[in-house]
């Protein structure tokens, strides 16, 4: 009997809790606990995303670095046609030397890469034939002394009808031919690089020298010492390279847009980034079918004694007048395929050292001012959409709107960008 009746109390109890533990007011409690630690969460979650857009530096920070500010600015980096090419020479400003006659290499002066300047010796050749025709011409020169005297007697006796047409006619044509043949000896001399003068005077020589056409550098060097050198050898190549211009490559769907006269701006590779300026010169007539292209010549802007026949250059040729927004490349950082940049914050202290002291307002006013002094300056990130990339600048092509008067960071961006990641990695959660 004691048994059954304290079964039935424990029943009893245990119907009481489940019920207790299924009433309305016990989930209403429960349920206001969970909601107020969720939405804790929650409110916590979003501060942190809001910081997480925001980096701090102190005065003493801002200090060492060089941050600028700027805004928007309007620049012409769109409504061009991309090209590429090489940097090249007109004919005249390439001269292959050769020696004029056969001789031996006596001396070879200079080496490739050498600046010579125009009539610089570049070479000595040694021959008998050099000497020979020296001989030829002092002895046409004697014999030219007689023909005359001869010549001037026989007109005189021509004129007195004492001599026969025949002999005067004779002495004529001898006179005649030996002055032609001076004439083409002078020539050979004056082409071998001697001088008929000097040689009248009796001066022979057994060498020529290879001079510098113009002012320019060595190229190429096919010759030394004891060679023997032919006359159609080509002994150096010389350039003149302060005529450099642009040989490029369009493609044929872009060739109804260029035209002479437009703008080209145009880097080379090999040398750094630097962007140097152009014009069109002239556009081919005729399309080569392999690279499916026409050539198109350009004008270098100013003189670069750095530049070197044949080097690679990529081109932009700029065929409007369009204008869009943009900011400098050092504004602008990238992460996970996006580009940010940063704005200088108002906001003297964080969202989060109010909330902890809501109500206090002797508090949270020194707080603010304590915060103040020891951040010094607040930068916010922001998320933009970038265009084409032109002579240092970015194009934006997507911002948020801000508010008038909003400073932009256009130098010490990625600084300010490595702070912040700094501060992500030192969040405890």
Request: glycine content about 8%; hydrophobic content about 35%.
């Amino acid at each position: 009997m004691k048994s059954a009746i304290k079964n039935c109390f424990l029943l009893f109890g245990i119907a009481f809790l489940l019920f207790q533990c299924n009433s309305p007011e016990a989930e209403g409690e429960h349920g206001h606990e969970e909601a107020a630690h969720g939405g804790h969460e929650e409110e916590g979650g979003h501060a942190e995303g809001e910081n997480a857009e925001v980096v701090e530096l102190s005065d003493v920070q801002l200090a060492a670095i060089d941050v600028a500010y700027g805004n928007l600015e309007n620049l012409n980096i769109s409504g061009f046609v991309k090209a590429n090419g090489t940097l090249d020479l007109p004919p005249q400003n390439i001269a292959a030397v050769s020696a004029p006659l056969d001789g031996f290499v006596k001396k070879a002066n200079y080496l490739v890469g050498d600046y010579v300047e125009k009539g610089t010796v570049l070479a000595v050749l040694e021959h008998l034939n050099y000497v020979k025709l020296q001989e030829e011409y002092l002895s046409i020169l004697s014999q030219l002394d007689y023909l005359k005297s001869d010549y001037e007697r026989q007109q005189q006796l021509d004129s007195a009808e004492i001599s026969s047409k025949k002999a005067f006619q004779a002495a004529t044509a001898a006179y005649k031919n030996a002055q032609v043949r001076k004439q083409a000896l002078e020539k050979q001399l004056q082409y071998l690089g001697l001088s008929p003068e000097h040689v009248a005077q009796g001066n022979i020589s057994s060498t020529i020298a290879i001079r510098a056409p113009f002012s320019g550098y060595i190229t190429e060097l096919n010759v030394h010492n004891g060679e023997f050198a032919r006359s159609e050898q080509e002994l150096y190549e010389l350039v003149d390279p302060e005529h450099m211009h642009l040989e490029l490559n369009v493609f044929e769907q872009d060739v109804p847009k260029v035209e002479i006269g437009q703008p080209i701006r145009f880097t080379v590779p090999s040398t750094g980034g630097e962007i140097y300026e152009g014009e069109v010169f002239l556009v081919g007539k005729s399309f080569e079918p392999e690279t499916k292209t026409v050539k198109v010549h350009g004008h270098i802007e100013g003189e670069h004694q750095d530049f070197i026949q044949g080097l690679y250059v990529e081109a932009k040729i700029f065929t409007g007048d369009q204008q869009v927004r943009a900011l400098p490349e050092e504004a602008i950082v990238e992460e996970d395929g996006k580009s940010f940049i940063f704005i200088r914050s108002t906001e003297a202290a964080h969202e989060e050292h109010h909330d902890e002291h809501e109500g206090e307002e002797v508090q949270a006013t020194t707080g603010a001012h304590e915060a103040e002094e020891e951040h010094g300056t607040s930068f916010r990130r922001v998320q933009v959409v970038t265009g084409e990339k032109n002579q240092g600048f970015v194009e934006i092509k997507e911002i948020p709107e801000l508010p008038a008067g909003t400073e932009i960071v256009t130098a010490g961006a990625y600084y300010l960008f490595s702070e912040m990641k700094k501060g992500e990695g030192g969040h405890h959660h």
